[in-house]
């Protein structure tokens, strides 16, 4: 059999392991991004040879795209507009002070670490290893014992905060000479890249969530057709953006907000949706798609990019991948976070459970298909950071949840009232809970 075929076959074969004890090992500090890295690096060159990223770059980057944009759409399309202002300041502090912070902690941080790189070269670290990954740390954000109010925050900013790092990375990488946005030019990376394809994203999104809702009104549509529906509006919006030389993502993720706007709003105009065709359940089928994906994109992760990368280590890279995870995330969440009335142990949890995945990942790859100078090291950096996110989050998330809530629990026991006790609105609640 060729490559690819013993690849798909070892793709399929993990994934299948995997499904058929993933409850037993649901309740262990033992994560399906654990699981999916650790068989990675083992199919990778480093051991088994059986996934090679130079080999297999075609399918590879189309599986890890695909990933990012049905993720990119469906985090957006569930957030409402009211969930940002939950609590009154938690997700907005958080995505308005604590990213931008994030990003330029990262650059300043990368500079005495990380010799060789050009100053965009450095900014494009900390902007590539800025988002968080939901998925990384899901029982940090699902457990019954974390006040709503964190577990909602944590939630919207993982939710928004990939999308809202794209524009920092394309300028960033526009900076870059020899990169295919810097031939370009800023002016039009600027036009095509961030402002048409949120113009593309936003009139997809707007229209396919208001298609949907009139065909639902008038009971056209089936409810499995109707999640075929969103899937499509997610490719349609990322195909629409590369086409005018755009950027895919930034258009799928504006198109997800739109999208739901949308659709909530048709709904609100007397039509008469059943319970099985509400607006948490139409994206059931594009969110359970693109977890598969981002568990299989995790796989392909350790394979190309970690194994390789553990044979290479230096104490620099190492050094700035803990400080990334740690300095770079913790101390901008405590600068968004002061005088909001949150007690130290909330700033701290809060401030941990920011594990990097998916859109490190793939923005990673795609900074290392530009072959400039610099994008090796950029890679090698990522591929630690991501690596030790998903060992060192994974295993802490359970015993950190349970001791953060046994604080909160003997805190409130003792009559003190707790800003983190703030009421969180039913919808978001029940989405934490879905996710």
């Not at 890249?193 to 208001?210: C, D, N, P, T």
């Not at 739901?260 to 139409?282: D, M, Y």
């Not at 800003?419 to 809970?433: D, K, L, N």
Request: hydrophobic share 55%; proline share 5%; aromatic share 8%.
């Amino acid at each position: 059999m060729s490559g690819e075929t013993w690849t798909g076959v070892a793709v399929a074969g993990v994934t299948a392991a995997y499904a058929l004890g993933s409850r037993r090992l649901a309740s262990t500090p033992v994560s399906s991004a654990m699981v999916f890295v650790g068989c990675g690096v083992l199919l990778g060159p480093a051991v088994l040879d059986v996934i090679d990223f130079e080999r297999d770059a075609g399918p590879i980057l189309t599986l890890l795209e695909a990933a990012l944009a049905l993720i990119l759409f469906t985090d957006a399309m569930t957030v409402r507009p009211r969930d940002l202002r939950s609590g009154g300041f938690l997700p907005g502090r958080l995505l308005g002070i604590g990213l931008p912070l994030t990003i330029g902690a990262g650059w300043l941080l990368a500079w005495p670490l990380l010799p060789g790189l050009t100053v965009w070269e450095l900014a494009l670290v900390g902007a590539v290893l800025a988002p968080t990954d939901a998925a990384l740390g899901k029982t940090a954000m699902t457990s019954p014992r974390v006040p709503a109010l964190v577990r909602n925050g944590l939630n919207v900013e993982s939710g928004l905060n990939d999308g809202m790092v794209l524009p920092f990375f394309v300028l960033f990488l526009a900076g870059i000479p020899g990169t295919s946005a810097a031939e370009e030019g800023a002016a039009g990376v600027f036009w095509r890249a961030l402002v048409l394809s949120a113009v593309l994203g936003l009139l997809v999104g707007a229209g396919g969530g208001r298609l949907l809702g009139a065909a639902q009104a008038r009971g056209w549509v089936s409810r499995e057709w109707a999640q075929l529906f969103v899937p499509a509006a997610a490719a349609a919006a990322y195909t629409l953006a590369v086409v005018v030389d755009g950027s895919g993502f930034i258009a799928a993720w504006v198109a997800g907000f739109s999208f739901g706007l949308a659709l909530r709003r048709s709904r609100t105009t007397g039509a008469a949706v059943g319970p099985q065709e509400g607006s948490g359940r139409t994206a059931d089928f594009t969110e359970h798609l693109g977890a598969l994906l981002a568990s299989v994109s995790l796989l392909v992760f350790g394979a190309v990019l970690l194994g390789p990368t553990l044979e290479d280590l230096s104490w620099r890279i190492v050094g700035y991948a803990l400080l990334s995870l740690t300095v770079v995330r913790m101390l901008p969440v405590a600068v968004a976070l002061a005088g909001s009335g949150l007690r130290l142990p909330t700033v701290v949890y809060i401030g941990w459970f920011g594990p990097r995945g998916l859109a490190s990942v793939v923005l990673g790859l795609l900074v290392l298909e530009e072959h400039v100078h610099g994008t090796g090291l950029l890679g090698r950096v990522v591929a630690v950071t991501v690596g030790l996110s998903v060992l060192l989050h994974g295993v802490s998330a359970i015993a950190l949840a349970d001791r953060y809530g046994r604080w909160i629990e003997r805190t409130t026991a003792g009559g003190k009232e707790l800003r983190e006790g703030a009421p969180v609105p039913e919808a978001a609640r029940r989405r934490i809970t879905a996710r």
